[in-house]
């Protein structure tokens, strides 16, 4: 695995987590809908489904266990990152590292931030993740 794609599974586990965050809301917004229908008839056994609340409050409650999972996962794996980062020599590059791959910000974000040209931020950003690759291989 390259230093690049290390350094992204922060941003993939975050977009994960949003995912299952926007499902469980799509959820909550269905739970919360209500159906009445008036009739004369009383409803059949066979078209009445009486678990239909239970089953999305448990499909919700799943979907909150598996993100308090990933939670965790991106917690681990952000102190890991951040671990690495710091034995980036220059603080320039670990800063653009920093702001690439925990903040998730996009390189025009950090040109405008640091006050650089976008591609002296790029030619940075190859050099500390030829670093970060070099470190990685000197830990067991």
Request: aromatic fraction near 4%; hydrophobic fraction near 40%.
């Amino acid at each position: 695995m390259t230093a690049k794609e290390y350094l992204s599974q922060a941003y993939h586990i975050d977009r994960r987590i949003n995912s299952k965050l926007e499902q469980v809301q799509s959820l909550r917004d269905l739970s919360t809908k209500a159906v009445a229908t008036l009739s004369d008839v009383p409803p059949s056994k066979e078209t009445r489904n009486i678990h239909r609340m239970e089953d999305v409050i448990v499909k919700m409650m799943d979907l909150e266990s598996e993100i308090n999972t990933d939670l965790n996962a991106l917690v681990d794996l952000k102190h890991e990152i951040v671990t690495i980062i710091k034995c980036v020599e220059a603080p320039d590059l670990q800063t653009i590292l920093e702001l690439r791959y925990l903040c998730f910000k996009t390189w025009e974000e950090i040109s405008v931030e640091l006050h650089l040209d976008i591609r002296w931020v790029h030619r940075l950003h190859n050099r500390g993740l030829n670093e970060v690759d070099a470190i990685r291989h000197l830990k067991p």
